[in-house]
């Protein structure tokens, strides 16, 4: 769980490679400190912040959630 938690944050069908990364910091969102996650023993908790100045940035993130659930692409 806690490498797919990192790989989700490498590459899904939307965002591949790093642009999922690169799409939300173009948006003033920064890694590590507002977009994170964590794996414990029970759950994995993915922290996305989104601005909600911007539809396009708001209704992107959910294609975030969308790719997290159940299209990450997991490429060496």
């Given amino acids: 769980a806690h490498f797919t938690e990192h790989m989700a944050f490498n590459g899904t069908k ?13 948006n003033g ?7 994170n996650a964590f794996t414990s023993f ?3 908790v993915y922290f996305l912040p989104v601005p909600t100045d911007s539809m396009k940035v708001f209704l ?9 659930s159940h299209d990450l692409t997991l490429d060496e």
Avoid at 14 to 26: C, I
Avoid at 29 to 35: P, R, T
Avoid at 60 to 68: K, Y
Wanted: no cysteine; hydrophobic share 40%.
């Fill in 60 to 68: 992107r993130a959910f294609d975030i959630l969308e790719d997290w």
């Fill in 14 to 26: 939307n965002f591949p490679k790093n642009e999922l990364v690169s799409f939300l910091q173009s």
């Fill in 42 to 44: 029970e759950q994995t």
């Fill in 29 to 35: 969102i920064k890694f590590g400190d507002d977009l």
